[in-house]
């Protein structure tokens, strides 16, 4: 079946811009996660929803940071005012219950912040 | 602190070898997995193996919590195994979603 999937796959911008970065998981999958990962790091955990709310968001690194998740399935992200340090690849994953459980991972989004 | 160790930082295999990758983390962490990211970015979890032994395929995982630390194994290891592998685990206490991911052994392996 279909992965999770993530849009768009690449996103150029300039500081201060506002940016939106969307996630589709799994079917059927209640619980979905972001992450950023830096080069050469291991990815970062932003933000965890299980169902609509956000379960834990204790990871967003400031409030230009936000994510919504209206009806329990797609996800996004949203910047705003982006500085260059928020350039990374920002990954999404799912799971099919609360977790602990599997995370299965999407391809990811480069953004970069010039 | 919440700690997940990992080494060697980077490995280089001949097609065929055989390694040990090692997970080290403090007492704050625990439920394990293990996680492969291919050259191309893609992260695959490989186990979620809290404690005990698994296995699929040339790839096992085991995990000792009582000593805070997890292996994973590959066997007659291919050139499609290249690619970074972490392990990463949930804090005690805290959500079950937040992963804490280590820095990874990025794995070469030569034809």
């Known amino acids: 079946g279909a992965g999770v999937s993530q849009t768009p796959s690449n996103k150029v911008t300039e500081k201060g811009k506002y940016v939106e970065l969307r996630c589709d998981p799994i079917s059927g999958h209640t619980a979905l996660y972001w992450y950023r990962q830096s080069l050469g790091q291991g990815p970062e955990f932003l933000i965890y929803?299980?169902?609509?709310?956000?379960?834990?968001d204790s990871g967003l690194p400031n409030d230009r940071f936000f994510a919504v998740r209206p009806e329990g399935s797609v996800s996004t992200l949203k910047i705003q005012r982006t500085e260059r340090g928020d350039s990374a690849v920002y990954l999404c994953a799912s799971s099919l219950g609360a977790a602990p459980e599997t995370q299965y991972f999407g391809p990811g989004t480069r953004l970069l912040v010039l | 602190g919440i700690q997940v160790e990992q080494s060697p930082p980077d490995l280089i295999l001949q097609e065929g070898a055989n390694s040990t990758l090692r997970c080290n983390f403090s007492?704050?962490?625990?439920?394990l997995q293990w996680f492969h990211q291919n050259p191309w970015g893609q992260l695959i979890n490989l186990f979620y193996i809290p404690s005990g032994t698994k296995q699929n395929g040339r790839l096992s995982a085991t995990t000792v919590a009582t000593e805070r630390y997890s292996l994973l194994y590959i066997s007659s290891s291919q050139t499609t195994d290249s690619g970074v592998y972490f392990c990463?685990?949930?804090?005690?206490?805290?959500?079950?979603?937040?992963?804490?991911f280590g820095k990874g052994t990025k794995l070469s392996v030569k034809p």
């Open positions: 929803f299980q169902g609509t709310g956000a379960a834990d």
């Open positions: 007492d704050s962490v625990n439920n």
């Open positions: 990463a685990g949930q804090v005690y206490g805290g959500s079950q979603g937040n992963l804490i």
